[in-house]
């Protein structure tokens, strides 16, 4: 959570604890474990916070990228166990096991190195074993090799404790997932014949954790879902959106109509208006890729962002709309009884709603509410 002594600038990222753990307590099977997947600061919300408050409501784990972002949690002293997504780096064991962060491994190079760090450290290290199974991201391809590797695993001393896998495309194809499912299963049924017991299988990220229920296995690893985004079409009913972008009017003229605005005149306004400036531009991650198409609100009415985004500041035609420098304006959340979704501005800048809150930059600073 960055605290800024002193803030001059009123834009600023809200994030609600209380969607995160109506989420997690919405999402968490009856039957299953709950990974909140906090990587890249919790898609943007800020992960210490996060984190702390997707135990409070009943995840028993947390997923990361980097080691370095499982570092920072252990830092900030959260002791919940830690999945790290892919293999470590060679040469990061010996910090990651120092931090108590929980392996992914699947090559015998990543045994081995595990091996001789948990030797070293001179105690048990559980690990979980990755199985590609159509992804084709990391992982061990083809699955059916995973008796070996597991066997492997072992034999090394390190503890068998998780197989999972990950799905391409739960929130679009379902045969294609369930064969995915299917084929993790038969390697995950091979492992147990040869006398291995993984106590957690796992493979539903935040589509599979909604639309597939025998996906849930022992434990389920949702992220975008946790921050109340839309893993894919309809995908966020009965979730709450955690993030709202915010900042406050901090210019206002009225302009006749045929003036043009920002960079390269590209906003031609077709009547007498008022054009207010807001202090948020794409260095602070609100698209360029926006201008002339997204919309602000303000005084709980929508209004068109013109003319070009530029790296600090946008404009706003809010027609006859007699707004002031002060007025709250939210560009990402709701105001009053409008919304605007990150998947509605994803529409317009040409991606998902992942990107547009991940992109929010650090420059912005994460209050946390609730
Ligand atoms: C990011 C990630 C997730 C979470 O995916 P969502 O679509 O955000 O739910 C789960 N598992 C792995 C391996 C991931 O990389």
């Known amino acids: 959570m960055s605290r800024h002594p002193t803030r001059h600038r009123p834009t600023v990222v809200e994030v609600d604890l209380e969607a995160i753990r109506h989420n997690v307590r919405r999402l968490k099977p009856a039957g299953a ?3 909140a997947v906090v990587k890249a600061d919790a898609y943007g919300h800020g992960d210490v916070p996060v984190a702390r408050a997707a135990l409070e409501a009943g ?39 120092r931090a108590d962060l929980t392996p ?6 990543g045994v081995e190195a595990l091996a001789r760090e948990a030797r070293a450290a001179g105690r048990a290290l559980p690990v979980h074993v990755k199985l590609d199974t159509g992804m084709h991201r990391v992982g061990l391809w083809p699955p059916e090799r995973a008796v070996e590797l597991c066997r492997l695993v072992v034999e090394r001393g390190l503890e068998l404790e998780g ?31 040869a006398g ?4 957690l299988l796992h493979a539903a990220n935040s589509a599979a954790t909604i639309r597939f229920p025998k996906a849930h296995l022992d434990l389920v690893r949702p992220g975008a879902a946790v921050y109340g985004l839309a893993a894919g079409p309809g995908l966020a009913e009965g979730l709450r959106p955690a993030m709202t972008l915010r900042s406050r009017v901090s210019f206002v003229k009225r302009l006749e109509a045929g003036e043009r605005l920002s ?16 202090p948020v531009g794409y260095a602070d991650g609100y698209p360029r890729a926006l201008s002339n198409r997204a919309e602000v609100l303000i005084r709980g009415r929508r209004h068109r962002v013109a003319g070009i985004v530029t790296m600090d500041q946008l404009l706003v035609d809010c027609g006859d709309d007699p707004v002031v420098p002060g007025d709250e304006v939210v560009l990402l959340g709701a ?17 998902i709603g992942y990107e547009i809150v ?3 930059s650090a420059r912005v600073p994460r209050e946390h509410v609730g």
């Open 335 to 351: 105001q009053g009884s409008e919304r605007i979704t990150a998947e509605e501005l994803a529409e317009h800048a040409g991606t």
């Open 163 to 193: 197989l999972w896998t990950h799905f391409a495309s739960a929130e679009s194809d379902e045969p294609t997932t369930l064969a995915q499912l299917e084929r993790f299963l038969r390697a995950a049924w091979a492992v147990r014949e």
């Open 104 to 109: 992914t491994v699947y090559t015998e190079e």
């Open 263 to 278: 960079y390269g005149h590209r906003y031609r306004l077709g009547r007498d208006a008022w054009v207010a400036t807001v």
């Open 196 to 199: 291995l017991r993984p106590r």
């Open 33 to 35: 474990e709950l990974m």
């Open 358 to 360: 991940t992109a929010i």
């Open 59 to 97: 995840a028993s784990w947390l997923g990361v990228a980097l080691v370095e972002e499982g570092l920072a949690l252990r830092e900030a002293g959260i002791s919940a166990r830690i999945l790290v997504l892919s293999e470590l780096p060679r040469g990061a064991e010996a910090e990651a096991v």
